[in-house]
């Protein structure tokens, strides 16, 4: 059973999309702590998921080229990765930032420059 906070939605839909992303979340956790125990990782999923921000796409230009890259994570992270077959993922990988075939399979969450400092300004 999910337990839920109150929530602020007056809109029924709004409740409903409200209940399906908190399941979503749920399930998800769940999958994870699956994975972290058939191979054997010490992770709860609190630590796991707090590794797993540690991979970021960052976008840079060269010259008048628009680059996207992603960065390898840390150890746990690559850790987390191989749990989930993903241990041939090239960090570093080309994905350009338009009409490249890679930009269409993976859509992440983009990190500028000016993101990273104002994540760390006190």
Known sequence: ???????DHQNPERVRV???VAALAFLLDR???????????????EQAWAALR??????????KAKRRRVTAGNHQARQILSAFRIAAWEPWAT????????SAKF???VLRSHDLRRRHQP
């Open 1 to 7: 059973m999910l337990e839920f906070r109150p929530i």
């Open 18 to 20: 409200h209940v399906f």
């Open 31 to 45: 999958l994870l702590e699956k994975k972290l125990k058939a191979a054997h990782l010490l992770f709860c999923t």
């Open 54 to 63: 540690t991979i970021h796409v960052v976008e840079f230009s060269l010259g």
């Open 95 to 102: 994905c350009e930032t338009r009409s490249d075939p890679c």
């Open 107 to 109: 859509k992440f969450p």
